[in-house]
């Protein structure tokens, strides 16, 4: 199963609005009527925005400016990112 594009998850629930069966129209997407279904519910629960793609993982971790120094000269004086890492446990 591939991923949908905005551009799809939109064609998904016009075509539901217009009052095509879900069936026929996770078929013709090659989906499942589970997926046409989750997506018409995110339109309905969230509108435009609930048909958007959401970047998943973990959020971005943020250092500030001492952080980052410590980072880069560690870096230039250690091989490995063990090696870092075990540094940075010790301090």
Excluded at 11 to 24: A, T
Excluded at 28 to 51: M, P, Y
Excluded at 67 to 82: G, N, Q
């Amino acid at each position: 199963m591939y991923k949908l594009t905005f551009k799809k998850r939109t064609w998904i629930v016009k075509q539901v609005i217009k009052g095509i069966p879900r069936v026929k129209v996770a078929l013709a997407q090659g989906i499942s009527d589970r997926a046409v279904h989750s997506t018409t519910q995110n339109f309905k629960e969230h509108g435009r925005d609930g048909l958007k793609d959401h970047k998943g993982g973990r959020p971005e971790t943020i250092l500030n400016k001492s952080a980052v120094e410590i980072r880069l000269h560690m870096s230039f004086h250690y091989k490995t990112p063990k090696e870092v890492w075990d540094e940075l446990k010790r301090k």
